[in-house]
């Protein structure tokens, strides 16, 4: 539609999805000239004057008429903060990390911390929180693990369809004490077929296949994987595959459908990972997932829906084949479901949008070693044992959120009750974002939060640990401020948090008759605080890209006679620079450098460490080569005390696409 020209409004003769988000940074009337038809949903809303609510994917770029489209917040549904942009498949171009785990590792929000190489174990936490207090979102839905975070980033997913990461604050309910990382899946392009096979040091192998297709409004988009390596130290092996799928529709009369599915199976030699005094350790894991969401708007009227299911089969084995094991030993077996589902409606008005939703999950373990006693012992599928014990439980979430523009100030606020064995829990989420000239705008939030105790805190009880089946759910109150700027091709982030934690689950050094042992105690407040701070540039010519950041974190408990495990271990500074250079003739290298200085306690002496990474290819029309290596000063260093990570590692590979 044709509007006339008026203040506040800018006009864009080309766009597409990048990570400095121009329209939601804007926070104005945007006048679109090329826009990109065919849409897939994910339940990040984009609100628009006259399209559905939901995140334009780019596809097929066709000219059209000029329309007028008022630039609003990708959020959840239970959330009122703008997403902030970790990666993107337009921006930064291929990496040297072959990851997912090696991707965010470079952002200065999120501290990875994996066991291993080549992401076969890793935990994700956010700004100071651990990896049981982040969401793990893949293309919007909650696939958390409920047993334990160390299986919540266990998704069948390569980076090679990941589009975009984003790291979602001000979600209000259940789960996301510290935040949420949202995973989102896109095709290349609306019509390909991909293949890569690379190979290196350590017997590293890796096999790509992935395609999509797009006709009448349908798009289907399928990948599958396999990675696998000797080790690269004893019993650090891995063989892990990965099959996905994601189908949307858009129908004029039904509304969009988006559907996934994926299943992921894990072999890999465990050597210290949970403990230093078990070299011998391996895991076994099976991860199978399914959703489907649909969107319809009904002029100023739009309902969503979503239901989804997650189910994780895990055999772990403190003695690798039962070698060298005690008589009567068996590895822990584990199967854990999560179910959910969802719906919300909304609706724009002169005051605004309102919107009001509710959605339930439950969690369901059976184990050997986690839960309460069963009556009855089940065999375990394909393994002469049996889960002797389980649980479940039911979580709900209500919620009204309204939002409002005035002027160059775009106000939102939330308020949800959620319900769960525990009780009932209020709490709310509020955002303000002023424009301040065209291209810098300044943004403020606060988010009350929470986050259940995992099974694995309850119930968990080994030769080292302790569980407590009496544990509560843990709270947080978190503010950030923050400002954006943008012009061309220069944008620049700074940002400041501050998080007070109540009621706070750790792992405590307890005395036993045995000895000395990690219970799992609720006993600190904890206060975490940092800034963090990205600039970036986009060139024409050789210099493709280039992103430099920095984050500095501290935090102090209220508990500080006790000596814990996690509360205060945590990444203190990350600075990173990420460089992209087309060197000419189809050549191009890629090239990041960064720094970690993890907090050192009682218990653990970290010292700082740099790692580089670069990756040179060639391509000539739909085929490419490249070759790349990570760490590749060699740097001995930790993610975790006594585990050392991988030296320096050199693959090369083929790609070919048509």
Not at 52 to 79: C, F, K, S, W, Y
Not at 271 to 280: A, H
Not at 338 to 347: D, K, L, M, V
Request: include cysteine.
């Amino acid at each position: 539609m044709k509007k006339r020209s008026k203040s506040g409004v800018r006009c864009f003769t080309r766009w597409s999805r990048k990570g400095y988000g121009a329209f939601a940074s804007l926070g104005k009337v945007v006048k679109i000239g090329v826009l990109s038809l065919s849409m897939s949903i994910i339940t990040l809303n984009a609100k628009s004057a006259s399209a559905q609510p939901d995140t334009v994917r780019l596809l097929r770029e066709m000219e059209i008429e000029a329309l007028q489209v008022t630039a609003e917040r990708l959020n959840p549904t239970r959330g009122v903060v703008t997403p902030t942009a970790v990666y993107s498949r337009d921006t930064l171009g291929i990496a040297p990390q072959q990851t997912i785990e090696g991707v965010l590792r470079l952002n200065p929000a999120i501290d990875v911390r994996e066991r291993g190489g080549k992401g076969v174990q890793a935990d994700i936490s956010l700004r100071g929180g651990t990896y049981d207090q982040t969401m793990v979102l893949l293309n919007g839905i909650d696939f958390t693990d409920a047993r334990t975070g160390h299986q919540s980033h266990s998704l069948p997913v390569d980076i090679d369809i990941i589009g975009s990461i984003d790291i979602i604050e001000g979600l209000t309910g259940i789960g996301a004490y510290a935040g949420a990382v949202n995973m989102v899946t896109t095709p290349l392009r609306p019509n390909y077929m991909r293949t890569e096979i690379s190979g290196g040091a350590y017997g590293y192998l890796y096999s790509n296949i992935s395609g999509a297709i797009t006709r009448n409004g349908l798009s289907v988009l399928a990948a599958g994987s396999v990675r696998r390596s000797d080790g690269y130290i004893e019993n650090t092996d891995f063989n892990n595959s990965n099959l996905f799928t994601r189908i949307t529709y858009t129908s004029s009369s039904a509304g969009l459908f988006d559907m996934q599915a994926g299943y992921q199976r894990r072999d890999f030699g465990s050597n210290g990972f949970y403990s230093l005094s078990f070299p011998d350790q391996f895991e076994h894991t099976e991860t199978a997932l399914a959703s489907v969401k649909w969107n319809r708007s009904f002029g100023r009227f739009t309902l969503n829906a979503n239901a989804s299911y997650r189910k994780n089969n895990d055999r772990y084995e403190l003695y690798r084949g039962g070698k060298g094991a005690p008589e009567g030993w068996t590895p822990n077996y584990h199967t854990t479901d999560n179910a959910g589902a969802s719906i919300s409606a909304a609706f724009r008005w002169a005051a605004g949008e309102t919107s009001a939703g509710a959605d339930y999950r439950y969690h369901h373990i059976y184990s050997n070693v986690l839960g309460d006693l069963l009556t009855h012992p089940i065999r375990v599928p394909g393994a002469d044992a049996f889960y002797t014990h389980e649980k479940g439980r039911n979580i709900f979430n209500g919620w009204l959120s309204h939002r409002v523009r005035l002027g160059g100030t775009s106000l939102a606020g939330s308020a949800n009750l959620a319900g769960s064995p525990y009780g009932t829990f209020p709490s709310w989420s509020l955002s303000v974002t002023q424009q301040i000239t065209e291209g810098w705008s300044a943004d403020a939030n606060a988010t009350r939060s929470m986050r259940l105790p995992t099974f694995t805190d309850l119930y968990y009880t080994n030769a080292t640990h302790i569980g407590n089946p009496d544990l509560k759910p843990e709270h947080a109150m978190t503010y950030r401020v923050g400002t954006r700027y943008h012009a061309g091709r220069f944008q620049a982030a700074l940002s400041g948090y501050y998080r007070h934690g109540r009621d706070i689950i750790d792992y405590v050094q307890t005395e036993t008759p045995e000895g000395m042992k990690w219970k799992s105690t609720q006993l600190t407040e904890l206060d975490t605080y940092g800034i963090e701070m990205q600039a970036s540039y986009r060139g024409r010519r050789i210099l493709r890209h280039i992103t430099v950041s920095y984050g500095w974190m501290s935090s102090s408990k209220a508990a500080a006679d006790h000596i814990t495990k996690y509360a205060l271990d945590y990444m203190k500074h990350k600075a990173a620079v990420q460089c992209g250079i087309d060197i000419g003739k189809g050549f191009a290298a890629e090239v990041t450098a960064s720094w970690y200085c993890r907090n050192n306690t009682p218990d653990t002496a970290y010292a700082p460490y740099w790692l580089l990474d670069a990756r040179l290819s060639w391509s000539r029309g739909v085929f490419s080569v490249y070759a790349e290596a990570t760490n590749l000063l060699d740097t001995k260093y930790y993610d975790f005390v006594g585990l050392i990570q991988p030296p320096r590692w050199i693959t090369a590979g083929v790609v070919l696409t048509i």
